[in-house]
């Protein structure tokens, strides 16, 4: 138990996610004027995903954490991901719903654009 | 003399333990925290995927500039925060000071340009209900459908504000007790548990930057 005392990261880990922060906050503005067509949104996900990572695991000790501490943080993301899942599974649909249910508009143009695709 | 000033609660048998109690609960709080905002980001989420031209639209009017300097301003408090409380295990008080009174320095300077901010979007009519009067809105968009992301703006960035106020507040609190000696390397739990919400409150604005600054679909 005592041992998450002594796993405390070095100045110079810290030093060097703070370069890897700056980094990706560097890409994803350069990724946001790029010619990425309908994947722009994933990627930034994906970019702000990787800091939050790096921000949990260094500047916040999960790495060699405790196993309670773990188990919150994949709670948290557990949770989260069901709220956005359940939600986004009933909207996204909403429009393929309504073509099966009327064949007739298949013919007609798609009107409400993916969010991430 | 230093000893007597270690607080440790009559429920715990020793340090560590009371310190794994106090992070486990920030730990626990901060889970409910993502789920709080969370839930305004799913609704993000649900009209942004119905009006992805008018969010887009209403997000090209924030400056970028000035979010991108509040995103590094930030994340240099989260390295300062963590340096805080790397001095104070080795001991090092005056670091311990120095680098709480740089995370404050750095907190203020993010909600200075923030409202900085908010006083820009007020004068290109971006506040909804109040004044909703963009320049040069295609014919072809919504204007309620813009207004409703500058909702999801407001909403996000000033929950987010309120709770870097709140962070701030400790760790002025934190600066102070510092100031009077109550931190050593034996104990330490105070930092290292407002270093974990100082963090949490960087890991919201990582994921506000792109949602808010960056809508390029």
Redesign the interface.
Known sequence: ??S??TH????RT??L??AA??TL?AS??LV??AE?G?W??AV??A??FA??TL??L???HALGG?R??HL??L???L??GI??AF??AD??TREADKRIRNPASLSAPRQ????LL | LQAERIPLAHHFSNL??Q??VA??GM??F??TE??FF??VL?GY??Y???Y??DFQEASRRLS?PLA?TN??IL??S??T???AL?SI?LGNVLALRLFLGATLILGATFLGIKFFEYSLDYEEHLIPVIDFDPEKWPANLTMAHGALFMVFYFILTGLHAVHMLVGMGVLAYLLFQASRNRYSEKYFIPVEVA??YW??V??VW??L???LY????
């Not at chain 2, 960056?214 to 679909?217: A, E, G, Q, W």
């Open positions: 138990m005592a998450t005392t405390a990261p070095t100045a810290y030093l996610v703070f922060l700056l906050t994803t503005v946001a004027y990425l309908p722009h949104t930034a996900l970019i702000a800091k939050a921000i949990v260094f500047f916040m405790s309670l501490v919150i943080v709670a948290a993301l949770w989260l709220m956005l939600t986004l909207f996204w409400a654009r993916h969010f | 560590e333990q310190r794994e992070t486990l730990w626990a901060l889970a993502v789920l969370g839930g799913t989420a649900v942004r995927s119905q992805p031209d970028i991108a995103t590094v994340i240099g989260s390295l925060v963590a340096l790397h295990r270093g974990l963090h949490f960087d890991i990582v994921f930057f792109p949602l960056l809508v390029r679909i």
